[in-house]
């Protein structure tokens, strides 16, 4: 595993309640890490990672789909056969929860035997996805304005009631597309206490950065006004500023 080549300290200056933590997917055992010493779900343990040291799984630190869409196993027939969701209620009928063995990410078969984690202030390579928890709307206002702000593209987010873990991992990994969801959206990650109040509230956004896009994000974080004024004054003070803007760009145009 590589060592850190980017300065994370951009991300100091949210004052993040609780920290935004790396992930990295390896086909081999990683030096220097600890395996995980406790019995976790996938989409848990970027929460356990924000208060403790850095840490790797494998395959037997697994205990739900990870295997499946890690692609360290062949898919479950019952698993695909979409009669676990009609069974339990999450989907109407079988044919829907199927329908999404059809479309959901999965890493490449034997592509990954190992994941870090660990929270960025103690981080010691560069990551394959960041997930960061903001605290309010305010701070995953600006992430996301700083994904867009030198490119002009839209964001947008994708995921399912169930596989959280997936969505929050693996599909930024594979598509290069920042991913983000709100706390208590997802059944299974509410079902396991992740949203538990001692631990994550529900209504908390959470971003996951893969690494094509974070130092984009970063440098835009870097060089980009947090709080522009359109932002910042409302009600008529914001149309005087908005109708000033237009005036002066018209003279402009018209000079």
Request: proline share 7%.
């Amino acid at each position: 595993m590589k060592g850190k080549t980017l300065d994370y300290t951009i991300f100091d200056k949210f004052s993040f309640e609780r920290k935004p933590v790396g992930v990295k997917f390896l086909p081999y055992k990683p030096e220097g890490v600890e395996r995980i010493k406790k019995s976790l779900f996938f989409c848990q343990m970027f929460k356990e990672a924000q208060t403790s040291e850095p840490f790797y799984v494998q395959r037997e630190d697994f205990h739900c789909t990870e295997p499946l869409t890690l692609g360290m196993e062949e898919p479950d027939p019952v698993l695909l056969s979409g009669m676990v969701g009609e069974a339990d209620d999450i989907y109407e009928e079988l044919r829907a929860n199927q329908k999404i063995y059809q479309y959901v990410p999965k890493m490449l078969k034997g592509t990954v035997k190992y994941v870090v984690f660990s929270s960025i202030d103690q981080i010691s390579f560069d990551p394959d996805v960041l997930v960061v928890t903001t605290d309010n709307a305010d701070q995953a206002r600006i992430i996301l304005r700083a994904l867009v702000y030198s490119s002009g593209e839209p964001w947008s987010s994708r995921g399912t009631p169930v596989l959280a873990c997936t969505w929050l991992y693996i599909y930024p990994y594979l598509t290069g597309e920042v991913n983000y969801t709100v706390t208590g959206l997802s059944m299974g990650m509410q079902a396991l206490n992740v949203t538990d109040p001692l631990g994550l509230p529900q209504g908390l956004m959470i971003l996951s950065i893969p690494w094509v896009k974070l130092p984009m994000i970063m440098k835009n974080l870097e060089k980009m006004n947090w709080h522009p004024i359109s932002e910042i004054v409302g009600g008529e003070e914001h149309k005087k500023h908005f109708y000033a803007l237009l005036d002066d760009i018209k003279r402009k145009i018209q000079a």
